[in-house]
């Protein structure tokens, strides 16, 4: 008995030791646990944000479940069209290819480089350019119809997407429209959006603000690649369906780390707000986190597909309201039970305990700083967000009648962009001026201050001026009809369709589109409000 008490108190001695001796075996895993950051606040359906350089799924909800993934579809069609032609081919529009809904713009019997309509395809979401990059990419002889060609790409498209490791998606189309069969999940989307961000082209492009091209300007709707609220945001595809709701995918660079989120079935009053909760999720969660999971592009990178993968941790529950996240546990020596006196042992789990509880306790207490200060510089760039070039304009490249090469205007391509500045320095302040009488409700004032901008300065970059998307909506609908009357009906176009994300259906907005189609000489490509992106 007495060799029994004494085995007993030496190992609860040891294991005080070893708490205080050798962090590395219990302290660290103690750190890893108080250093995770609470569940993310989301609204999608589905979603998940995975940590670029090592695949870690940092956390997703329902991550397996198949949903309509409207336009963030053409981030497949990107990788497809890429793989099978040079940037430089250059593509003849035909009427089947104006498939309406969300456009580029396009006219049947202009030609474009594939690089042009990528840019279509990826800014303003031009269900027109994906199509007309599926038909002559998708085209094999023997085809009779462009349906024919456009299927062949489809097939394409799948054929892909099993390469990449994908088990829960089908492509019935290059676009996104709703259709039936056409199906991914989150975690697929991820392995997709993996590859797109291992693409440096379509990176550079799906990362560009504005580009001036062909007759065509066109403007990207992914908002927090330049209005300031997550400045770490370097690419992304939104999308919009009635089937699907609103989704999304961002891919963002911050302090060294590569994150990316994927989000199906949002709403539009969440639609940014969970990529932007998403990402700070994965931001604040440790860095290659042991008991994470990952996903691989394509079944070759690893013995298991990711499906098995994640299926063996759970991952692949059918459960909808399933929530994944890292799990870490703490191993303590085991202590064996004796007869000896209650005083010691009382001693000897105190110690054990409040040991135990500081570590934690200091590690919540750093978690909660690190919030708190997180949480004060989005508050600051929500009331005043910065412009994209931080103290200068965005310049943009204003296209000749007879210029064969587009010009681009992106956070890569502004050096050694001359652009007057006598002009641009009035039309700027006229501009500004009129946000912030449109934000006072002086719409009167606004109305002439956006005219005065628009004569001086067409091609504006209106997106990047402070306070621009925090306007009501008739402002947006009072500088559209400015810019009709000015002879700008593209511009017009592509600022009305950035304006629908944030006002879907608004009357005001709505009113001016149906009187931009009814001045339009050709008949419209696109449609209005209620379009898919």
Not at 138 to 154: E, I, K
Not at 261 to 273: K, M, P, Q, R
Not at 275 to 283: D, I, R, S, T, V
Not at 318 to 332: E, G, M, Q, R
Request: glycine share 8%.
């Amino acid at each position: 008995m007495r060799d029994h008490r004494a085995l007993s108190r030496w190992a609860a001695c040891w294991a005080i030791v070893a708490l205080i001796l050798m962090p590395g075996a219990v302290g660290a895993q103690n750190e890893s646990a108080a250093a995770m950051p609470p569940d993310p606040e989301v609204t999608a359906a589905t979603a998940i944000v995975v940590e670029l350089s090592s695949g870690a799924v940092l956390w997703g909800r329902d991550i397996h479940a198949q949903r309509a993934p409207a336009s963030v579809t053409k981030m497949m069609t990107a990788l497809v069209v890429v793989d099978l032609v040079p940037l430089s081919t250059r593509v003849t529009i035909q009427e089947s290819d104006l498939v309406g809904e969300s456009s580029m713009g396009l006219q049947s019997g202009e030609t474009l480089t594939v690089e042009a309509l990528l840019y279509g395809m990826l800014l303003p979401s031009g269900n027109d350019a994906a199509t007309a990059l599926a038909r002559t990419c998708g085209t094999q002889p023997g085809d009779t119809t462009p349906a024919q060609s456009v299927q062949h790409f489809v097939d394409k498209m799948n054929a892909k997407a099993v390469t990449l490791g994908t088990k829960e998606t089908h492509f019935a189309n290059p676009h996104g429209l709703d259709e039936s069969g056409h199906l991914t999940s989150a975690a697929d989307l991820a392995l997709i959006a993996m590859a797109f961000a291992a693409n440096p082209t379509l990176m550079r492009i799906a990362g560009t603000v504005t580009y001036d091209g062909f007759g065509h300007t066109v403007h990207n709707l992914n908002k927090l690649l330049y209005d300031g609220r997550y400045p770490s945001v370097i690419a992304g595809k939104t999308g919009q369906t009635d089937n699907a709701g609103y989704t999304l995918v961002e891919i963002s660079s911050q302090n060294g780390r590569q994150m990316l989120s994927v989000e199906l079935g949002t709403t539009a009053d969440a639609f940014w707000t969970d990529a932007m909760h998403l990402l700070a999720y994965g931001y604040a969660t440790p860095p290659h986190p042991t008991t994470m999971h990952a996903l691989s592009l394509g079944n070759a990178a690893s013995p298991q597909t990711t499906g098995e993968m994640l299926a063996m941790t759970g991952m692949g529950s059918n459960d909808p309201s399933a929530t994944i996240h890292a799990a870490t546990t703490v191993s303590l020596p085991a202590v064996r039970h004796s007869n000896d006196t209650l005083k010691a042992r009382i001693i000897m789990l105190g110690l054990l305990a409040a040991i135990a509880c500081a570590v934690i306790y200091a590690r919540r207490a750093a978690v909660r700083r690190t919030f708190a200060e997180m949480k004060q510089e989005w508050r600051k760039g929500l009331a005043d967000p910065p412009h994209l070039a931080m103290t200068t304009q965005m310049p943009v490249i204003p296209a000749t009648p007879q210029a064969a090469t587009p010009s681009v205007s992106s956070r890569w391509a502004q050096a050694g962009v001359h652009v007057p500045k006598s002009e641009q320095e009035v039309a700027r302040a006229y501009a500004l001026q009129a946000v912030r009488q449109a934000r006072s409700g002086s719409r009167t004032a606004a109305q002439q201050a956006f005219k005065h901008a628009v004569w001086l300065a067409p091609k504006l970059e209106w997106g990047a001026l402070p306070g621009f998307w925090e306007m009501p909506p008739i402002s947006y609908a009072d500088l559209a009809t400015v810019m009709i009357e000015a002879g700008h009906a593209a511009s017009a176009r592509s600022m009305l369709t950035v304006a629908a994300l944030a006002h879907p259906r608004h009357p005001d907005l709505r009113a001016v589109e149906a009187r931009l189609s009814r001045r339009e000489t050709a008949p419209p490509t696109g449609s209005g409000y209620g379009s898919r992106r």
